[in-house]
């Protein structure tokens, strides 16, 4: 079945460590790929999106993800985590035929930092 | 500018009522989206609205609705509530042209939410 695979539920990360979520999509083609933040009882902001062009994506909050083809992936990456980062990690795509305007996404990732 | 505008943030009905949401697009924002979010199902989209005219709906039952205004505000609605409907309700605006490419392109704008609860 076509979906967004984020497969880590909860992931713990000590302060100042660095952080990977992974996310992984089974459409056919290259979606857009976007992954959003939501904070406890806010909404989903955008810390980065891609559709085609440098495969290393820079987003806000000192975010970065990397597209992979071959892999289906489209990792969240960040070098040195503060206790702010905490939240939910969303990954999305968009832009598909079948869906339309809708963003399709994954389950989450819930990140918590420990000092 | 001022953002993606929900109202109200938190609702308490009981089974069986309607109620109404509301969202307040980012100004020259022209589509807008909404989605149900739970801890079982996760994120889902309910429908998107362009220039008062739904274009896109997902797979709910037919006691969700909306509408879009010409300001591009919109509404929905929800009739007979179950205790299911219990979510946060996320409203999202962009700059697309209500087709796929430019809304992806464009990307979206999340507001704050609507909590919802049905008791």
């Known amino acids: 079945a076509q979906s967004v695979t984020q497969p880590d539920i909860h992931i713990t990360v000590s302060e100042g460590a660095s952080l990977e979520l992974r996310c992984n999509y089974s459409y056919g083609a290259t979606p857009y790929l976007f992954w959003y933040v939501q904070s406890p009882g806010q909404g989903l902001q955008l810390l980065l999106k891609y559709f085609s062009g440098d495969t290393l994506v820079q987003g806000i909050k000192g975010f970065e993800a990397e597209f992979k083809r071959s892999q289906s992936s489209f990792n969240l990456r960040k070098p040195s985590v503060h206790w702010s980062d905490a939240a939910e990690y969303f990954c999305?795509?968009?832009?598909?035929?079948?869906?339309?305007?809708?963003?399709?996404f994954g389950k989450g990732t819930t990140l918590s930092v420990s000092s | 500018k001022a953002g993606v505008t929900q109202t109200p943030r938190y609702l308490i009905k009981t089974r069986g009522q309607q109620v109404t949401l509301s969202c307040s697009p980012i100004s020259g924002h022209r589509s807008v989206s909404w989605y149900q979010q739970t801890p079982g199902q996760g994120l889902q989209f309910l429908f998107e609205?362009?220039?008062?005219?739904?274009?896109n709906k997902g797979n709910f039952p037919g006691r969700f609705s909306g509408r879009q205004f010409s300001n591009s505000r919109s509404e929905m609605n929800v009739s007979t509530l179950e205790l299911g409907d219990s979510a946060l309700y996320l409203c999202?605006?962009?700059?697309?042209?209500?087709?796929?490419?430019?809304?992806?392109?464009?990307?979206?704008?999340f507001g704050s939410g609507t909590r919802l609860t049905v008791v």
């Open positions: 999305a795509v968009g832009g598909l035929a079948r869906a339309g305007t809708a963003l399709i």
């Open positions: 999202a605006s962009s700059l697309g042209g209500g087709d796929r490419w430019s809304s992806a392109n464009y990307g979206y704008t």
């Open positions: 609205y362009f220039s008062e005219t739904q274009r």
